[in-house]
């Protein structure tokens, strides 16, 4: 399939004999298209400088068209201006345009009043409405693709009367961001107001009402240098969230690596907004442990409740037990279904809980990579949804002596949409270790972003 993008100023005329010529190849070719952008003139030179920078071209005038390699994974390729465009139709399709340069002057001509009454429109509209802002870093993930969905369902956002849905990705493409916003737009949900796509923190979580970062800021993998690209990005999104944002956004941070930490980093940076605003999420873990816990018991993961993550999510972290229940559990007492044992009470082997299921946990996620080829996008999505329709305010303290400027997990209750911490947990020395160890490997990751700046 050949996939042109045509980009031009809404005034310009070869843009306009461009456009048609573009339009009649559409018609006659069933493998050919095109998508156009129309771009005011006033507005042109900054587009075309921003778009060329940020694709590493040189062109200085308008149109500027290129093509979308489709079976190079929508990689593009410039091709270059009106000539070079009338250059390749004429080559390979044996088509060319003879449109007259007064026919050239009028369809530009209706084209910019055109694109002024659309932007007046939007304009207008815009200001009738009042939408709910909420922005997605790592917005090409799977698990942003599981969510958009339901985040755009009344059930998740009960106050939101439509939304407007932000969607960030620093590492993919215009033409990848501009599929998942029409993918989006299809969906056709009457809460959803407008979808923008962004590869640039020009305009990151301008008036955010939630962030959600998916992304794990560029941290390949383990050591100083996946902590200093960590900590690059995730202080300037804690700065950007603190100058643009609603002062009372709510910002989740999910994903493999350094949750905890980029957790703190925000929290460092976006110092004028109420630090119980924020949360990193263990939801996911939690759940990856109920359901390794529902396979040992033979029953169904839902089953299995109250289970505790302590420590750095994505580091040294411990699964606690002391509140889990099980409900339709097979054993020697029995009951109807809101019947509950304590897991500790059915689950006799110790050594197993200390060590199988804590290792077991800690793979449970590389495992389903493994065996799939891509991320669990749906279980990290979840674990984000459990959160967001659980908390309209986020709480959080500092308990069992954890330093200030730490992010730790810690079994946490939403009382009237305020999350808070439970502090009335018995913590018996040896998981008081535990805990230590993970504040530990916590203040190390941080003393190494410090040390990035």
């Not at 075309?48 to 040189?58: D, F, H, I, M, V």
């Not at 800021?217 to 950007?240: F, I, K, N, P, Q």
Request: hydrophobic share 40%; net charge negative; aromatic share 6%.
């Amino acid at each position: 399939m050949a996939k042109f993008t045509l980009a031009g100023k809404a005034d310009c005329p070869y843009f306009a004999k461009a456009e048609l010529l573009a339009d009649a190849l559409q018609r006659c070719l069933p493998d050919f298209r095109v998508h156009k952008i129309s771009v005011l003139p006033e507005n042109w030179t900054e587009w075309l400088e921003a778009t060329c920078e940020r694709r590493g071209w040189k062109h200085e005038h308008s149109p500027l068209v290129w093509r979308d390699l489709v079976v190079q994974g929508g990689k593009a390729m410039l091709l270059g201006g009106f000539s070079d465009f009338l250059e390749h139709c004429q080559e390979y399709y044996g088509i060319a345009s003879d449109m007259p340069t007064d026919l050239m002057l009028s369809v530009a001509t209706e084209n910019l009043q055109a694109k002024r009454k659309q932007a007046a429109e939007e304009q207008r509209r815009v200001g009738l409405i009042q939408p709910f802002h909420i922005w997605i870093s790592g917005a090409l993930s799977p698990t942003c693709h599981t969510l958009i969905p339901r985040l755009l369902s009344a059930e998740t956002f009960p106050q939101a009367s439509v939304i407007s849905l932000h969607l960030l990705d620093l590492e993919g493409t215009e033409e990848d961001l501009e599929a998942l916003r029409v993918d989006t737009q299809d969906l056709a949900l009457g809460t959803l107001h407008q979808v923008t796509i962004h590869t640039n923190v020009e305009r990151a979580f301008r008036d955010a009402d939630v962030v959600l970062l998916l992304d794990d800021g560029a941290a390949d993998g383990d050591g100083r240098d996946g902590v200093t690209r960590t900590s690059e990005r995730y202080r300037e999104y804690g700065r950007l969230i603190d100058s643009r944002a609603q002062r009372n956004v709510k910002v989740i941070v999910s994903g493999d690596s350094l949750v905890n930490l980029r957790c703190s980093l925000l929290l460092d940076c976006a110092a004028s907004i109420d630090s119980r605003q924020f949360i990193a999420v263990a939801t996911q873990l939690e759940n990856e442990a109920k359901a390794i816990l529902a396979k040992q018991l033979r029953v169904k993961a839902s089953d299995v409740t109250d289970v505790i993550v302590w420590g750095n999510i994505s580091g040294l972290f411990y699964i606690d037990l002391q509140m889990a229940k099980v409900f339709n559990y097979e054993g020697a007492i029995r009951g109807p279904p809101f019947f509950s044992q304590p897991v500790l009470k059915v689950l006799h082997d110790r050594k197993w809980l200390e060590t199988d299921l804590q290792h077991l946990a800690g793979c449970q996620r590389g495992a389903v990579t493994a065996r799939t080829g891509r991320a669990a996008g749906m279980a990290a999505a979840n674990g984000v949804l459990s959160v967001l329709r659980a908390w309209n305010g986020v709480g959080g303290s500092r308990h069992y002596n954890v330093p200030e400027g730490v992010v730790l997990s810690a079994p946490v209750v939403f009382r009237e949409g305020t999350c808070c911490v439970v502090d009335d947990l018995t913590v018996p020395d040896e998981l008081e270790d535990k805990l230590q160890l993970s504040v530990q490997q916590l203040l190390q990751e941080k003393e190494l972003a410090e040390g990035s700046n």
